[in-house]
């Protein structure tokens, strides 16, 4: 699966804990990781959100999508 393939499967919103399964860390390093202003979060009824945009940019891959 290419990275565009993979980008266009996650869901616009993730979860905390989907972020951390996706980037192989714990809930708490994403924490940190927003909390820090590296990664992009937006607050949502259910909890903290993160854009799939905000991941991809956070992984140095924004570059690779067009859209």
């Given at each position: 699966?290419?990275?565009?393939?993979?980008?266009?499967?996650?869901?616009?919103?993730?979860?905390?804990?989907?972020?951390?399964?996706?980037?192989?860390?714990?809930?708490?390093?994403?924490?940190?990781?927003?909390?820090?202003?590296?990664?992009?979060?937006?607050?949502?009824?259910?909890?903290l959100r993160v854009p799939r945009r905000s991941l991809?940019?956070?992984?140095?891959?924004?570059?690779?999508?067009?859209?």
């Amino acid at each position: 699966m290419t990275l565009t393939e993979q980008f266009q499967t996650l869901p616009k919103l993730l979860k905390v804990r989907e972020v951390a399964d996706f980037t192989g860390t714990h809930e708490r390093t994403v924490r940190r990781w927003i909390r820090d202003g590296r990664l992009g979060a937006v607050e949502h009824p259910s909890g903290l959100r993160v854009p799939r945009r905000s991941l991809w940019r956070f992984l140095g891959l924004d570059f690779s999508l067009s859209a």
